[in-house]
């Protein structure tokens, strides 16, 4: 089982509209997460940070179930701007701690 | 300003032939690392280095090599051993501290290699 899955879309939404990512990862032990955007042909850049049951920085709300799992990102009120892909990060543990592992990111349209 | 450079942008060079990636932070990060994207593909590590003169493998290493000589930078050389070099180059950089709170990872512009 990889280390983080993702769903990679692509997701195509309207301006306004809401939308939902998920991703699971396998490594029960790992405590915190991370959300990045990465913008076409640029470099990903950290988006949120999750530590405990979620998180919220305005449009954006972040969650975390441990029980099952999974994170999701959740965005309200899409903008144009938003178009991006969306990568789900998971830190390494024991002998791997330092690494982080990306998932493959899931792809989202904002259309007018 | 703070922040992770990569050099050149774009790099072409002919098949059989080595090449080196630049990547320099001035971040005072203890921890660097080289990724590589492929075209609908997510980041495979390459190699990471959490300390000064010491590096480790990671999942796609073969073909590659590295040295971390100076804290500020972490050179990535593409051997004419790597079957399919043509690829997305990404350096990264974090604070190490045995947290996992503290591994948010910066990246620098990436490197854009196509061999001919």
């Known amino acids: 089982r990889k280390e983080v899955e993702q769903d990679p879309g692509p997701f195509n939404v309207p301006e306004g509209a809401t939308v939902a990512f998920n991703c699971t990862y396998s490594n029960s032990a790992s405590q915190s997460f991370f959300w990045y955007r990465q913008d076409c042909r640029k470099e990903p850049k950290l988006l949120m940070s999750?530590?405990?049951s979620g998180n919220e920085d305005g449009r954006f709300t972040a969650q975390l179930n441990r029980a099952s799992q999974y994170i999701s990102l959740l965005i309200r009120d899409s903008k144009l701007s938003d178009s991006a892909t969306y990568l789900c990060v998971v830190p390494g543990g024991g002998s791997t701690l330092g690494r982080l592992y990306f998932g493959r990111g899931t792809q989202l349209t904002v259309w007018p | 300003d703070g922040g992770i450079t990569q050099s050149p942008k774009y790099l072409f060079r002919k098949e059989g032939q080595n090449v080196t990636l630049s990547c320099e932070q001035n971040l005072n990060h203890d921890a660097m690392y080289w990724y590589r994207q492929d075209p609908g593909q997510g980041l495979r590590l390459i190699y990471y280095?959490?300390?000064?003169?010491?590096?480790q493998k990671g999942d796609i290493a073969e073909g590659y090599s590295v040295s971390r000589e100076k804290k500020e930078s972490f050179p990535l050389t593409v051997t004419s051993a790597q079957k399919n070099p043509t690829a997305f180059y990404l350096c990264?950089?974090?604070?190490?501290?045995?947290?996992?709170?503290?591994?948010?990872?910066?990246f620098g512009p990436g490197t854009r290699l196509t061999v001919l």
């Open positions: 280095s959490q300390i000064v003169n010491d590096f």
């Open positions: 990264a950089s974090s604070i190490t501290s045995g947290s996992e709170i503290d591994n948010e990872q910066f």
């Open positions: 999750v530590y405990s």
